[in-house]
Protein backbone atom coordinates (compact mmCIF):
# COMPACT_ATOMS: atom_id res chain seq x y z
CA UNK A 1 0.00 0.00 0.00
CA UNK A 2 3.54 1.99 0.66
CA UNK A 3 3.74 2.02 -3.29
CA UNK A 4 -0.13 2.95 -3.99
CA UNK A 5 -0.19 6.96 -3.53
CA UNK A 6 -3.68 7.79 -2.84
CA UNK A 7 -2.91 11.80 -3.68
CA UNK A 8 -1.41 13.19 -6.57
CA UNK A 9 -0.09 16.63 -7.76
CA UNK A 10 -2.67 17.10 -10.54
CA UNK A 11 -2.22 17.81 -13.38
CA UNK A 12 0.89 15.26 -13.09
CA UNK A 13 2.30 16.70 -16.29
CA UNK A 14 3.03 20.43 -16.21
CA UNK A 15 6.86 20.99 -18.27
CA UNK A 16 7.93 19.67 -20.55
CA UNK A 17 11.52 19.61 -18.96
CA UNK A 18 12.95 17.73 -15.87
CA UNK A 19 15.09 21.57 -15.28
CA UNK A 20 14.42 22.25 -12.00
CA UNK A 21 14.68 25.80 -13.09
CA UNK A 22 12.27 25.73 -15.68
CA UNK A 23 9.84 28.56 -16.70
CA UNK A 24 6.22 29.57 -17.50
CA UNK A 25 7.35 28.98 -21.37
CA UNK A 26 7.86 25.20 -20.43
CA UNK A 27 4.52 24.33 -19.39
CA UNK A 28 3.19 21.34 -21.95
CA UNK A 29 -0.56 21.01 -22.16
CA UNK A 30 -1.16 17.04 -22.80
CA UNK A 31 -4.34 15.33 -23.35
CA UNK A 32 -6.17 11.28 -24.25
CA UNK A 33 -3.75 9.38 -21.62
CA UNK A 34 -3.39 5.72 -22.41
CA UNK A 35 -1.56 3.58 -19.89
CA UNK A 36 0.82 0.14 -20.69
CA UNK A 37 1.80 -1.28 -17.70
CA UNK A 38 5.30 -3.83 -17.67
CA UNK A 39 7.84 -4.99 -15.37
CA UNK A 40 7.09 -2.18 -12.71
CA UNK A 41 6.52 0.88 -14.82
CA UNK A 42 3.77 2.85 -15.74
CA UNK A 43 3.50 3.92 -19.95
CA UNK A 44 1.86 7.03 -20.01
CA UNK A 45 0.94 8.07 -23.34
CA UNK A 46 -0.66 11.00 -24.25
CA UNK A 47 -1.32 13.47 -26.63
CA UNK A 48 0.14 16.77 -27.32
CA UNK A 49 -1.64 20.21 -26.76
CA UNK A 50 0.00 22.61 -29.35
CA UNK A 51 -2.62 25.14 -30.33
CA UNK A 52 -2.16 28.98 -29.57
CA UNK A 53 -4.20 30.68 -26.34
CA UNK A 54 -6.62 31.70 -28.45
CA UNK A 55 -7.35 28.96 -31.35
CA UNK A 56 -10.61 27.51 -31.91
CA UNK A 57 -9.62 23.88 -32.15
CA UNK A 58 -7.16 21.09 -32.09
CA UNK A 59 -3.16 21.54 -33.39
CA UNK A 60 -1.88 17.94 -32.62
CA UNK A 61 0.90 16.61 -34.15
CA UNK A 62 2.99 14.34 -31.81
CA UNK A 63 2.28 11.52 -29.30
CA UNK A 64 4.63 11.53 -25.88
CA UNK A 65 5.86 8.92 -23.31
CA UNK A 66 5.86 9.69 -19.30
CA UNK A 67 6.87 6.86 -17.01
CA UNK A 68 6.78 6.33 -13.54
CA UNK A 69 7.17 3.24 -11.53
CA UNK A 70 6.14 4.91 -8.52
CA UNK A 71 3.14 6.70 -9.78
CA UNK A 72 4.26 10.06 -8.24
CA UNK A 73 7.23 10.55 -10.30
CA UNK A 74 7.05 11.16 -14.02
CA UNK A 75 10.32 10.82 -16.70
CA UNK A 76 9.54 12.75 -19.64
CA UNK A 77 10.22 10.28 -22.55
CA UNK A 78 9.48 13.25 -25.44
CA UNK A 79 7.45 12.32 -28.06
CA UNK A 80 7.41 8.82 -29.16
CA UNK A 81 5.31 9.14 -32.80
CA UNK A 82 4.53 12.29 -34.83
CA UNK A 83 1.32 11.90 -37.18
CA UNK A 84 3.83 12.41 -39.99
CA UNK A 85 5.50 9.40 -39.17
CA UNK A 86 2.36 7.59 -41.30
CA UNK A 87 2.92 8.03 -45.00
CA UNK A 88 -0.93 8.42 -45.55
CA UNK A 89 -1.24 11.28 -42.71
CA UNK A 90 -2.42 14.46 -44.25
CA UNK A 91 -1.92 17.92 -42.41
CA UNK A 92 -0.04 20.93 -42.49
CA UNK A 93 1.05 23.02 -40.04
CA UNK A 94 -2.42 24.96 -40.01
CA UNK A 95 -3.91 21.72 -38.96
CA UNK A 96 -4.14 19.13 -36.11
CA UNK A 97 -3.56 15.58 -36.99
CA UNK A 98 -3.17 13.64 -34.07
CA UNK A 99 -5.59 12.55 -32.17
CA UNK A 100 -6.23 9.92 -29.42
CA UNK A 101 -4.24 6.76 -29.31
CA UNK A 102 -3.85 3.60 -27.56
CA UNK A 103 -0.43 1.23 -26.63
CA UNK A 104 -0.36 -2.26 -25.92
CA UNK A 105 2.56 -4.98 -25.34
CA UNK A 106 3.01 -8.51 -26.69
CA UNK A 107 5.62 -10.90 -27.56
CA UNK A 108 6.07 -12.76 -30.96
CA UNK A 109 6.49 -15.96 -31.26
CA UNK A 110 10.09 -15.82 -30.68
CA UNK A 111 9.12 -14.31 -27.35
CA UNK A 112 10.84 -11.16 -28.18
CA UNK A 113 8.58 -8.31 -27.14
CA UNK A 114 6.72 -5.90 -29.65
CA UNK A 115 4.45 -2.70 -28.80
CA UNK A 116 1.60 -1.72 -30.88
CA UNK A 117 0.38 2.26 -31.19
CA UNK A 118 -3.11 2.64 -32.39
CA UNK A 119 -3.39 6.16 -33.25
CA UNK A 120 -5.92 8.29 -34.37
CA UNK A 121 -4.69 10.64 -37.71
CA UNK A 122 -6.06 12.50 -40.36
CA UNK A 123 -5.87 10.48 -44.06
CA UNK A 124 -5.28 7.91 -45.72
CA UNK A 125 -9.34 7.24 -47.06
CA UNK A 126 -9.74 5.79 -50.11
CA UNK A 127 -11.01 7.92 -52.19
CA UNK A 128 -8.69 11.06 -51.31
CA UNK A 129 -11.93 12.40 -48.77
CA UNK A 130 -11.02 14.62 -45.49
CA UNK A 131 -11.70 12.51 -42.78
CA UNK A 132 -10.15 10.61 -39.77
CA UNK A 133 -8.42 7.25 -39.93
CA UNK A 134 -6.97 4.33 -37.40
CA UNK A 135 -3.61 3.06 -37.71
CA UNK A 136 -1.14 1.05 -36.27
CA UNK A 137 2.94 1.64 -35.78
CA UNK A 138 5.05 -0.84 -34.48
CA UNK A 139 7.97 -0.90 -32.29
CA UNK A 140 10.34 -3.39 -30.48
CA UNK A 141 10.79 -0.49 -27.78
CA UNK A 142 7.98 1.14 -25.61
CA UNK A 143 9.45 4.53 -26.56
CA UNK A 144 9.73 3.92 -30.20
CA UNK A 145 10.58 4.48 -33.27
CA UNK A 146 7.47 2.78 -34.16
CA UNK A 147 6.80 1.56 -37.60
CA UNK A 148 3.79 1.12 -39.61
CA UNK A 149 3.71 -2.37 -41.46
CA UNK A 150 0.39 -1.88 -43.16
CA UNK A 151 1.01 1.41 -45.05
CA UNK A 152 -2.47 2.16 -44.82
CA UNK A 153 -5.22 2.71 -42.35
CA UNK A 154 -6.86 -0.29 -40.45
CA UNK A 155 -10.34 1.85 -39.97
CA UNK A 156 -11.14 3.78 -42.79
CA UNK A 157 -14.51 5.90 -43.26
CA UNK A 158 -15.51 3.33 -46.26
CA UNK A 159 -15.81 0.66 -42.69
CA UNK A 160 -18.22 2.51 -40.66
CA UNK A 161 -20.48 4.66 -43.33
CA UNK A 162 -23.97 3.21 -42.38
CA UNK A 163 -23.66 4.80 -38.84
CA UNK A 164 -23.07 8.40 -37.42
CA UNK A 165 -21.62 9.70 -40.70
CA UNK A 166 -19.60 12.82 -39.94
CA UNK A 167 -15.54 12.70 -40.88
CA UNK A 168 -14.66 11.95 -36.77
CA UNK A 169 -15.95 9.03 -36.21
CA UNK A 170 -13.18 7.03 -36.53
CA UNK A 171 -11.24 8.24 -33.77
CA UNK A 172 -10.10 7.08 -30.15
CA UNK A 173 -9.11 3.43 -30.59
CA UNK A 174 -8.46 1.30 -27.33
CA UNK A 175 -7.57 -2.08 -27.94
CA UNK A 176 -7.85 -4.57 -24.99
CA UNK A 177 -6.14 -8.03 -25.51
CA UNK A 178 -8.31 -11.19 -23.31
CA UNK A 179 -6.85 -13.32 -21.17
CA UNK A 180 -7.03 -16.21 -23.85
CA UNK A 181 -5.14 -13.76 -25.95
CA UNK A 182 -8.27 -12.73 -28.28
CA UNK A 183 -7.63 -9.21 -28.95
CA UNK A 184 -10.46 -6.31 -29.91
CA UNK A 185 -10.19 -2.61 -30.85
CA UNK A 186 -13.12 -0.50 -30.00
CA UNK A 187 -13.27 2.91 -30.95
CA UNK A 188 -15.66 5.66 -32.18
CA UNK A 189 -17.26 8.80 -31.62
CA UNK A 190 -20.88 9.10 -31.08
CA UNK A 191 -21.07 5.35 -31.80
CA UNK A 192 -19.10 2.82 -30.21
CA UNK A 193 -17.74 0.00 -32.66
CA UNK A 194 -15.75 -2.64 -31.99
CA UNK A 195 -14.18 -5.84 -33.99
CA UNK A 196 -11.74 -8.57 -33.16
CA UNK A 197 -7.75 -8.23 -34.34
CA UNK A 198 -5.96 -10.88 -36.31
CA UNK A 199 -3.37 -12.51 -33.87
CA UNK A 200 -0.69 -10.14 -35.61
CA UNK A 201 -2.37 -7.38 -33.69
CA UNK A 202 -2.07 -4.97 -37.22
CA UNK A 203 -5.47 -6.84 -39.41
CA UNK A 204 -8.93 -7.02 -38.51
CA UNK A 205 -10.28 -10.37 -38.40
CA UNK A 206 -11.29 -11.38 -41.73
CA UNK A 207 -9.32 -8.77 -43.48
CA UNK A 208 -8.20 -10.06 -47.00
CA UNK A 209 -5.32 -7.85 -48.72
CA UNK A 210 -2.21 -8.43 -51.09
CA UNK A 211 0.84 -7.25 -50.21
CA UNK A 212 3.43 -5.53 -52.09
CA UNK A 213 7.07 -6.08 -52.93
CA UNK A 214 8.14 -3.79 -49.89
CA UNK A 215 5.80 -6.03 -47.78
CA UNK A 216 3.18 -3.17 -46.94
CA UNK A 217 -0.31 -4.14 -47.78
CA UNK A 218 -2.88 -2.77 -50.94
CA UNK A 219 -6.22 -3.94 -52.23
CA UNK A 220 -7.29 -3.99 -48.71
CA UNK A 221 -11.05 -5.66 -48.58
CA UNK A 222 -13.40 -5.71 -45.41
CA UNK A 223 -16.26 -7.00 -46.69
CA UNK A 224 -16.20 -9.81 -44.40
CA UNK A 225 -15.01 -8.54 -41.21
CA UNK A 226 -17.34 -7.72 -38.91
CA UNK A 227 -17.53 -4.67 -37.32
CA UNK A 228 -19.79 -4.69 -34.45
CA UNK A 229 -21.62 -1.72 -32.61
CA UNK A 230 -22.21 -1.02 -28.72
CA UNK A 231 -26.15 0.61 -28.26
CA UNK A 232 -26.07 -0.53 -24.56
CA UNK A 233 -24.19 3.16 -23.70
CA UNK A 234 -26.20 6.22 -23.00
CA UNK A 235 -24.87 9.63 -24.10
CA UNK A 236 -21.51 7.71 -26.03
CA UNK A 237 -19.16 10.62 -27.07
CA UNK A 238 -15.81 9.23 -27.33
CA UNK A 239 -12.66 7.76 -26.02
CA UNK A 240 -13.93 4.09 -25.00
CA UNK A 241 -10.92 2.28 -22.76
CA UNK A 242 -11.02 -1.66 -21.93
CA UNK A 243 -9.58 -3.27 -18.76
CA UNK A 244 -10.51 -5.79 -16.48
CA UNK A 245 -10.70 -5.96 -12.59
CA UNK A 246 -12.18 -8.53 -10.81
CA UNK A 247 -12.94 -10.86 -13.23
CA UNK A 248 -15.16 -8.20 -14.12
CA UNK A 249 -15.02 -6.20 -17.81
CA UNK A 250 -14.98 -2.80 -17.38
CA UNK A 251 -15.76 0.84 -20.62
CA UNK A 252 -14.86 3.50 -19.19
CA UNK A 253 -15.72 6.53 -22.10
CA UNK A 254 -16.31 10.15 -21.94
CA UNK A 255 -20.43 10.73 -22.03
CA UNK A 256 -22.44 14.16 -23.31
CA UNK A 257 -20.65 17.20 -24.49
CA UNK A 258 -19.15 18.85 -22.13
CA UNK A 259 -18.18 15.72 -21.24
CA UNK A 260 -18.75 13.70 -18.04
CA UNK A 261 -17.06 9.37 -17.43
CA UNK A 262 -19.80 7.05 -17.49
CA UNK A 263 -18.50 3.35 -17.40
CA UNK A 264 -20.25 -0.14 -17.86
CA UNK A 265 -19.52 -3.43 -17.27
CA UNK A 266 -19.65 -6.98 -18.47
CA UNK A 267 -18.97 -10.65 -17.88
CA UNK A 268 -17.60 -10.90 -21.48
CA UNK A 269 -15.18 -8.38 -23.78
CA UNK A 270 -17.61 -9.02 -26.56
CA UNK A 271 -20.29 -7.61 -23.95
CA UNK A 272 -23.40 -6.83 -23.53
CA UNK A 273 -22.39 -3.79 -21.73
CA UNK A 274 -24.17 -2.77 -18.93
CA UNK A 275 -24.94 1.22 -17.98
CA UNK A 276 -23.37 1.57 -14.41
CA UNK A 277 -23.81 5.27 -14.38
CA UNK A 278 -21.19 8.65 -13.71
CA UNK A 279 -18.19 8.92 -12.27
CA UNK A 280 -17.20 12.40 -12.69
CA UNK A 281 -18.59 15.10 -13.77
CA UNK A 282 -17.54 17.44 -16.36
CA UNK A 283 -14.11 19.09 -15.47
CA UNK A 284 -13.01 22.77 -15.18
CA UNK A 285 -12.12 24.62 -18.51
CA UNK A 286 -12.09 21.41 -20.42
CA UNK A 287 -14.93 20.00 -23.17
CA UNK A 288 -13.49 16.92 -23.15
CA UNK A 289 -12.40 14.57 -20.42
CA UNK A 290 -10.63 11.17 -22.35
CA UNK A 291 -10.11 8.33 -19.49
CA UNK A 292 -7.67 5.24 -19.41
CA UNK A 293 -8.55 2.84 -16.30
CA UNK A 294 -5.57 0.57 -14.86
CA UNK A 295 -4.15 -1.27 -12.52
CA UNK A 296 -0.34 -0.88 -10.93
CA UNK A 297 1.00 -2.50 -7.74
CA UNK A 298 -2.43 -3.65 -6.68
CA UNK A 299 -3.86 -0.46 -7.17
CA UNK A 300 -6.46 0.47 -9.55
CA UNK A 301 -6.00 4.31 -11.19
CA UNK A 302 -7.71 6.53 -13.55
CA UNK A 303 -5.88 8.55 -15.62
CA UNK A 304 -8.41 11.82 -17.52
CA UNK A 305 -7.62 15.45 -18.26
CA UNK A 306 -8.57 18.81 -16.90
CA UNK A 307 -7.43 22.29 -18.27
CA UNK A 308 -6.33 23.71 -14.82
CA UNK A 309 -2.70 24.88 -15.90
CA UNK A 310 -2.11 28.66 -16.61
CA UNK A 311 -3.39 29.35 -20.23
CA UNK A 312 -5.37 26.25 -20.27
CA UNK A 313 -8.47 25.34 -21.89
CA UNK A 314 -10.23 22.64 -24.15
CA UNK A 315 -7.55 22.89 -26.71
CA UNK A 316 -4.95 23.46 -24.07
CA UNK A 317 -5.42 20.20 -21.13
CA UNK A 318 -3.43 18.84 -19.07
CA UNK A 319 -3.57 14.90 -17.69
CA UNK A 320 -4.63 13.87 -14.17
CA UNK A 321 -4.55 10.79 -12.11
CA UNK A 322 -6.55 9.57 -9.14
CA UNK A 323 -7.06 6.40 -7.47
CA UNK A 324 -10.40 4.21 -8.35
CA UNK A 325 -11.88 2.60 -5.43
CA UNK A 326 -14.61 -0.11 -6.14
CA UNK A 327 -17.40 -1.26 -4.22
CA UNK A 328 -18.36 -4.90 -2.79
CA UNK A 329 -20.27 -5.03 -5.93
CA UNK A 330 -17.82 -3.72 -8.15
CA UNK A 331 -19.28 -0.93 -9.07
CA UNK A 332 -16.84 2.09 -8.42
CA UNK A 333 -16.85 4.92 -6.46
CA UNK A 334 -17.52 8.63 -7.94
CA UNK A 335 -13.76 9.54 -8.30
CA UNK A 336 -12.32 11.90 -6.05
CA UNK A 337 -9.83 14.40 -7.46
CA UNK A 338 -6.83 15.41 -5.58
CA UNK A 339 -4.36 18.14 -5.57
CA UNK A 340 -1.37 17.58 -3.18
O1 LIG B 1 -7.63 15.10 -28.28
C1 LIG B 1 -8.44 15.08 -29.41
C2 LIG B 1 -9.76 14.44 -29.12
O2 LIG B 1 -10.38 15.10 -28.03
C3 LIG B 1 -9.66 13.01 -28.65
O3 LIG B 1 -9.45 12.11 -29.69
C4 LIG B 1 -10.94 12.86 -27.93
O4 LIG B 1 -11.04 11.74 -27.10
C5 LIG B 1 -11.00 14.16 -27.16
O5 LIG B 1 -10.27 14.07 -25.97
Known amino acids: ENSSPTEFDNPIIKY ?11 IIYTADPAAMVKDGTVYLYTTHDQQYKTGKDYRMYDYRLWTST ?48 YATVEGGQTNEAFGFSIGVGVSDSPDGPFEDPRGMPMILLEDTARHKSHTWRNIDPAVFIDDDDRAYLYWGNQQLWWVE ?48 HNGLYYLVYAAGFPESLAYATSKSVTGPWEYQGIIME ?19 YLAYHSAELPGGGSYRRSVCIDRVYFNPDGSIQTIKRTFT
Open 282 to 300: PLPNTTTIHPAMFDFNGAT
Open 197 to 244: LEPDLIHLKGEKYSVSDDGTMQDRDTSDVEIHTVDTLPNFEEAPYVSK
Open 70 to 117: DMENWENKGAVLEYSDFDWARGDEKTGNAYAHHVVHRKDKTGKDRYYF
Open 16 to 26: DTDDPTRKKGD
